[in-house]
């Protein structure tokens, strides 16, 4: 798609997604990002240099960078990166140029680096809950429900997912906060 028919579809974006206050990230069109004043940009590593997005953006916009090695994470968390991608984990037919990482990839990624990060790539309900215990507390899922017979439902399902793993996470905090200071 050219980028003045991207600039069409990202400015309705941008009005729906400032009137819900959703956050706005445009996929590697840094000129298109400042145009509609997306909220941020992501980039991969075979795309603009995160130096150049933030000159073009400016300092106060999110820009997140694909990785697919514990290496590529270094050096965008040390770039100044908002926030990292991590994968494809599993094989994907929407990240099929890259090879699967694997879940020892999340797990590094939760050990080493300091910034937030997305898992993404081939998530589906068979196997969120392995993400989510390798560490991966955000993911991008995108064939599974776009690809499901009912979008609605599998979306519920992904939320439920996610909703039971943070609320173990959050009993398990304050059963530990209250122990720790009674």
Not at 127 to 152: D, Q, T, Y
């Amino acid at each position: 798609m050219s980028d003045s028919e991207f600039l069409i579809i990202a400015r309705e974006f941008r009005r729906v997604t400032a009137q819900s206050k959703t956050t706005f990230i445009v996929n590697d069109r840094a000129e298109v990002a400042k145009k509609v004043d997306a909220d941020g940009l992501h980039i991969g590593q075979s795309d603009i240099k995160l130096e150049t997005a933030r000159k073009i953006l400016g300092y106060d916009k999110i820009i997140g960078v694909s990785t697919h090695n514990i290496s590529q994470a270094r050096r965008a968390q040390q770039a100044g990166a908002d926030y990292i991608g991590v994968g494809p984990v599993f094989p994907s037919t929407t990240k099929d140029y890259e090879p699967a990482v694997d879940l020892d990839y999340v797990k590094q990624v939760k050990k080493e680096i300091s910034i937030p990060f997305v898992a993404i790539g081939g998530i589906n309900l068979h196997n969120i809950h392995a993400v989510l215990r390798a560490g991966g507390s955000r993911v991008a899922i995108c064939s599974a429900i776009i690809g499901s017979e009912n979008i609605l439902e599998t979306t519920r399902s992904f939320k439920k997912c996610i909703d039971d793993v943070s609320t173990r996470f959050i009993l398990i905090f304050k059963r530990y906060f209250i122990c720790e200071c009674s």
